[in-house]
């Protein structure tokens, strides 16, 4: 009897002590998020040129010089 009482004993202690405290809410650091502030690159300015260069290409090439009556 004595050695379950000196173990309920040293159980008590030991669960008492583990629980001193409370609870305590984990503390999650949050890690700052960097924004790219430059202003996205577009091509822009060659889509107009290279627009206009491919409809002078293909007036040239759907041009007809050849006349009807040299048959």
């Known amino acids: 009897m004595t ?4 173990f309920a004993l040293a ?3 030991s669960a008492s002590s583990a629980l001193a405290g409370g ?5 999650v650091e949050v890690e700052p998020v960097v924004v790219d502030t430059r202003p996205a690159s577009t091509n822009a ?7 206009l260069l491919l409809g002078v290409i293909a007036a040239v090439a759907s041009d007809d010089d050849d006349d009807a009556s040299d048959t």
């Not at 300015?45 to 627009?51: D, K, R, T, W, Y």
Request: aromatic share 16%; hydrophobic share 60%; glycine share 10%.
């Open 3 to 6: 050695k379950f009482t000196t």
């Open 45 to 51: 300015g060659l889509v107009i040129p290279a627009l």
């Open 11 to 13: 159980l008590g202690f």
């Open 23 to 27: 609870y305590v809410a984990p503390v």
